[in-house]
């Protein structure tokens, strides 16, 4: 199982960026995807999650309104859409896949936003 995170880099604040995750061996449809991130020196924490067919979306408070997840089944990609970038959203961004609690974790991309 590989879940390949791209797309993070430095930005200004008030900028965008827009993260995207390959996920390779296995049934993709069948998972949960969700991001997630860890600052220096704190816990990884719930970004956003999206379920099976990509009705349903899930946001930590603090990215509401401002990020977007997504999902393209037939490419086995999750991505997430981030607008208005604040300096506090600087972190690694982890992708997660889940199926009933058994989850994958990616590599994590760092993004980091300057003020």
């Known amino acids: 199982v590989q879940l390949q995170a791209s797309g993070g880099g430095l930005v200004q604040a008030g900028g965008s960026l827009r993260l995207s995750c390959a996920a390779s061996?296995?049934?993709?449809?069948?998972?949960?995807m969700g991001w997630y991130r860890q600052a220096p020196g704190k816990q990884r924490e719930l970004v956003a999650t999206?379920?099976?067919?990509?009705?349903?979306?899930n946001y930590a408070d603090s990215v509401k309104g401002r990020f977007t997840i997504s999902r393209d089944n037939a490419k086995s990609s999750v991505s997430l859409q981030m607008n208005s970038l604040k300096p506090e959203d600087t972190a690694v961004y982890y992708c997660?896949?889940?199926?009933?609690?058994?989850?994958?974790w990616g590599q994590g991309t760092l993004v980091t936003v300057s003020s």
């Open positions: 061996g296995i049934i993709f449809s069948w998972y949960h």
């Open positions: 997660n896949a889940d199926l009933r609690g058994n989850s994958y």
């Open positions: 999206i379920n099976l067919d990509g009705t349903g979306t």
